[in-house]
């Protein structure tokens, strides 16, 4: 039985998760529309309402973000180390792509993660498919599986350390 305290905590949790999309929605849907005209702010605060009260759970970038610091600064390097690994691997494509013999090894590899949000996790999965030459194409708990344009090794702790490591390094301080 759920005492008093717990059930205000509870409805003070998702009233804040409700606010945080209504917030997240509402500032998407201004950069979005580009003008401050009284007509869009009533309309994307509609919406924006609507779809917070109707999906309360919904996930939201900010919900199981650590506002510290310290992960402020690891999502500024985050960002770097990610752009730095978008031209390496677009490099790397081309190379493959450019070469008559076509050296590639495609599979599907399985990987594990540290990460125990399921925004660190959708962040870490979408970094590994925006990141040309793997795909992430399944998630189950802890594992993810990657389909990898070049498998360097089918070995779980090597595939990894290749593919997952660098970006769950910053997510880990971001989002746990």
């Not at 008093?4 to 529309?33: D, Q, Y």
């Not at 900010?62 to 985050?78: K, S």
Request: glycine share 6%.
């Amino acid at each position: 039985m759920e005492t008093p305290v717990e059930a205000k905590v509870r409805a003070m949790a998702r009233t804040r998760s409700t606010a945080v999309m209504f917030a997240t929605l509402l500032l998407f849907w201004l950069m979005l529309i580009g003008n401050l005209t009284l007509d869009a702010l009533i309309v994307g605060v509609l919406a924006s309402l609507v779809i917070a009260v109707l999906y309360p759970n919904g996930i939201s970038f900010f919900t199981e973000l650590r506002a510290t610091p310290e992960a402020f600064v690891a999502g500024l390097r985050y960002y770097g180390y990610f752009f730095k690994e978008l031209v390496k691997s677009n490099l790397r494509l081309t190379a493959i792509v450019l070469s008559p013999s076509l050296p590639i090894r495609p599979g599907i590899v399985k990987v594990r993660t540290r990460l125990r949000s399921r925004m660190g996790r959708l962040m870490l999965a979408n970094s590994i498919t925006l990141t040309p030459g793997t795909l992430t194409v399944e998630m189950d708990s802890e594992w993810l599986y990657v389909h990898w344009t070049n498998v360097e090794s089918d070995d779980i702790e090597a595939a990894t350390g290749a593919i997952v490591a660098g970006f769950e390094r910053y997510l880990e301080v971001i989002y746990g």
